[in-house]
Nanobody, 125 residues
Framework: QVQLVESGGGLVQAGGSLRLSCAAS????????MGWFRQAPGKEREFVAA????????SYADSVKGRFTISRDNAKNMVYLQMNSLKPEDTAVYYC??????????????????WGQGTQVTVSS
């Protein structure tokens, strides 16, 4: 089992920044990568960014590329999402997830077996 706990969400004005953190514990050695997904009211959950536990491999949704940066601290089992130039359309609950499948794309939620409880990000215009 892997436990994931997100933090760092909040209310910010458009153009502002937030940094989300995800603390992973448990059998993290059974996971290949960590991802961030988000879900806005009335919409499906969507991929935001992902990073492998080893190596430089990262992936970003087109909608956040150039504004968001995912990073990790392997020693602390932490994953971060730095979000800059936030827009009202970034408003959503953000979830941290642990990838357990190499068969599916890093962008596919189906490849992630463990999820955090989510943290709310609200961007006001």
């Amino acid at each position: 089992q892997v436990q994931l706990v997100e933090s760092g969400g909040g209310l910010v004005q458009a153009g502002g920044s937030l940094r989300l953190s995800c603390a992973a514990s448990g059998r993290t050695f059974n996971t290949y990568a960590m991802g961030w997904f988000r879900q806005a009211p009335g919409k499906e959950r969507e991929f935001v960014a992902a990073i492998a536990w080893s190596g430089p491999s990262t992936s970003y949704a087109d909608s956040v590329k150039g504004r968001f940066t995912i990073s990790r601290d392997n020693a602390k089992n932490m994953v971060y999402l730095q979000m800059n130039s936030l827009k009202p359309e970034d408003t959503a609950v953000y979830y941290c997830a642990a990838r357990t499948s190499l068969q599916l794309s890093m962008r596919s939620a189906s490849g992630y077996s463990y999820w955090g409880q989510g943290t709310q990000v609200t961007v006001s215009s």
